[in-house]
């Protein structure tokens, strides 16, 4: 079961901004870096932002992360059809001894 | 460029042992831990557990633990994933990840999955 909760669907009109939650607790992103992923239809997962808010190179600067405590956020800003996807939420828990991911979120472009 | 290659798609019956394989290519294998993730039909991603391919040090996901293995072989740079009893509910996409990312949180290493193979349909059905 995941232990990090992510809101099940997000939507916006192309060039708007949406943005996506990820709550957790002290022992995840409380206390570790957290790591988001995009996930496109029928394709492996990719790693969008890292480290809160670092992005690898290749991933636009239309993605943005920040963290807050025990909760963190995935920015998208612009948002293009391209981006229609699910995107994941990660970061490794001190109590559980392993990673956990979000539930994860289905960005919608209407 | 880093790349994880994964083997082909699997049909098998219940009961059946099965091992699928994760191989590397672009860098040194030995260096980053490998992790597999679960998807099962529909669902989000589940971490199975990790595997440090210098000594096959393991890390197994509560879940996980007792019902898969991970092993490696130094010599091909591939790491494996087995069941020797599947069952139906083992019906999944499995990815390995390389844990290659780094980071410093308060003087501590932290590592994340950065790289990820394209993934592994395994159908267990009778």
């Known amino acids: 079961q995941s232990v990090l909760t992510q809101p099940p669907s997000a939507s916006g009109t192309p060039g708007q901004r949406v943005t996506i939650s990820c709550s957790g607790s002290?022992?995840?992103?409380?206390?570790?870096?957290v790591t988001w992923y995009q996930q496109l239809p029928g394709t492996a997962p990719k790693l969008l932002v890292s480290?809160?808010?670092q992005r690898p190179s290749g991933v636009p600067d239309r993605f943005s992360g920040s963290k807050s405590g025990t909760s963190a956020s995935l920015a998208i800003s612009g948002l293009q059809s391209e981006d229609e996807a699910d995107y994941y939420c990660a970061a490794w828990d001190d109590s559980l001894n392993g990673r956990v991911f979000g539930t994860g979120t289905k960005v919608t472009v209407l | 460029e880093v790349q994880l290659v994964q083997s082909g798609a699997e049909v098998k019956k219940p009961g059946e042992s099965l091992r699928i394989s994760c191989k590397d290519s672009?860098?040194?294998?030995?260096?980053?831990?490998i992790s597999w993730v679960r998807q099962m039909p529909g669902q989000g991603l589940e971490w199975m557990g990790k595997i440090d391919p210098t000594d096959s040090d393991t890390n197994y996901g509560p879940s996980f633990q007792g019902h898969v293995t991970f092993s490696v072989d130094k010599s091909t740079n591939t790491a494996y994933l087995q069941w020797s009893n599947l069952k139906a509910s083992d019906t999944a996409m499995y990815y390995c990840?390389?844990?290659?990312?780094?980071?410093?949180?308060?003087?501590?290493?932290?590592?994340?999955?950065?790289?990820w193979g394209q993934g592994t349909a395994v159908t267990v059905s009778s």
């Open positions: 672009g860098y040194t294998f030995t260096t980053y831990w």
């Open positions: 990840a390389r844990e290659g990312g780094i980071t410093m949180v308060r003087g501590t290493i932290k590592y994340y999955m950065d790289v």
């Open positions: 002290s022992s995840n992103i409380g206390s570790n870096p």
């Open positions: 480290t809160d808010n």
